[in-house]
């Protein structure tokens, strides 16, 4: 049978991922391992909420339980697995070598929904009313924003628009037109329901500071 496990906490997107990957390590220890279901960021605290599954058995691999870099230098972020943390460097390195990098982990590096389990809170919540009935309600919106957040192919963390703008020296295109001009280069995006003007996405810091360059009529090679 499967057993639940809603955890609390007030802090920053960071350490739900460090909450996550420490209930990820001592389920392992057990014989168990754990998968998130859903997690709710409230910004009246702020709390982040996360609603584990708790399985028997072990996963076969870790590949969701490893580090994140920040780099400085082109603000570009990346995923390692432990058995890469020798080779940990940021591909604009240069002279700046690996001292640009902020490294983070080990930490829950995939998913922090279930898609699965989305779309049957969905269900429930059209069963009952609660969305479904012509008005776009707020839980409407809630749900059908953390079913995008749910694509496996999203990186974790997102990407802040206002970053993006300050890098590329330009004022911010609008949150849908950079997203869609992102969608149309073969990358996955999603807006991010705890940063109302970030984008959650498998797209590299460089190629959205071009794109965005683009969509504001920048020459991407002027300075
Ligand atoms: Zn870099």
């Not at 049978?1 to 960071?14: I, K, N, P, R």
């Not at 009952?128 to 059908?144: F, H, P, Q, R, S």
């Not at 974790?156 to 280069?185: C, F, H, W």
């Amino acid at each position: 049978m499967d057993c639940f496990m809603l955890l609390l906490l007030m802090a920053t997107l960071q350490a739900v991922t460090i909450l996550t990957s420490g209930a990820v390590r001592e389920a392992s220890v057990l014989g168990y391992y754990i998968t998130p279901l859903f997690s709710y960021y409230s910004y009246h605290g702020p709390v982040f909420r996360v609603m584990l599954r708790v399985n028997r058995g072990k996963l076969l691999e870790n590949r969701h339980y490893g580090f994140i870099t920040y780099c400085n230098n082109c603000g570009n972020s990346q995923e390692f697995s432990w058995a890469e943390l020798g080779q940990i460097s940021c591909s604009c390195s240069g002279s700046h070598g690996s001292r640009s990098l902020v490294i983070s982990g080990p930490l829950w590096t995939g998913p922090l929904h279930s898609a699965a389990y989305i779309s049957k809170m969905i269900n429930l919540a059209e069963e009952w009313g609660w969305i479904g009935n012509g008005a776009e309600t707020d839980l409407e919106k809630l749900l059908k924003q953390m079913l995008d957040e749910s694509d496996p192919r999203l990186k974790s963390g997102y990407i802040k628009m206002d970053e993006v703008a300050s890098r590329a020296k330009i004022n911010s295109p609008p949150l849908r037109t950079m997203m869609s001009a992102m969608q149309k280069e073969g990358y996955a995006t999603s807006r991010s329901h705890i940063a109302s003007n970030a984008i959650k996405t498998d797209c590299p810091m460089s190629v959205c500071i071009r794109i965005s360059k683009e969509l504001q009529g920048v020459d991407s090679f002027s300075v």
